[in-house]
């Protein structure tokens, strides 16, 4: 009796802290063309004009919740967005803290939004993908990929890297 009470009590256990999410899709992307200048650029032009596309990506895609790098660029990336939602607010997040910044991705209600750079957002798509599937650093001069992640409610994840333009 007391190694099936062992039996039972381990099973619910495990049960209970099996890895469960609630169903969304979460688009990673790196911050739109920046000016050349300065520690803490704006957008380019074109940086601006990508900014404008994404919000139009975006906009029938329920987004409920948005997360920036604490810069000018990255923030500006998803302004147009913001603009166009009234209630969508940034929150501000540490690119050094994947582990926190997926936790919280993974247990929020909603479709989410993440705006980060070159050299981290790829790190926060490989958190979703298999060790054999995971995607590079992007280059200095990528600016057009989005990242589309699926969690699903059995706590599985897939993710395609798309072009703006297949939109």
Known sequence: MRILLT??????????????QEP????????????????DPELSVAGSARAKK?????????IANVY???????????QPLIDAQNGLTIEIYDAKKHDEL???????????IVVGHS?????????FVGKDEEFPELEDVEYDFIFVVTL???????V????????
């Open 102 to 112: 997926v936790k919280d991705l993974r247990t929020v209600k909603g479709n989410a």
């Open 7 to 20: 039996v039972i009590t381990a099973l619910a256990f495990f049960i209970s802290c099996s890895q469960k």
């Open 68 to 78: 920036s790098t604490n810069t000018i660029r990255t923030k500006a990336t998803v």
């Open 119 to 127: 050299n981290t957002i790829h790190h926060v798509a490989n958190y």
């Open 160 to 167: 395609e890297r798309k072009l703006y333009k297949e939109f």
């Open 24 to 39: 969304k899709t979460i688009y990673l992307v790196r911050h739109a063309e920046k000016q050349l200048i300065g520690d």
């Open 152 to 158: 699903e409610k059995d706590g599985s994840s897939k």
């Open 54 to 62: 994404l919000g139009q990506i975006l906009a029938d895609k329920n």
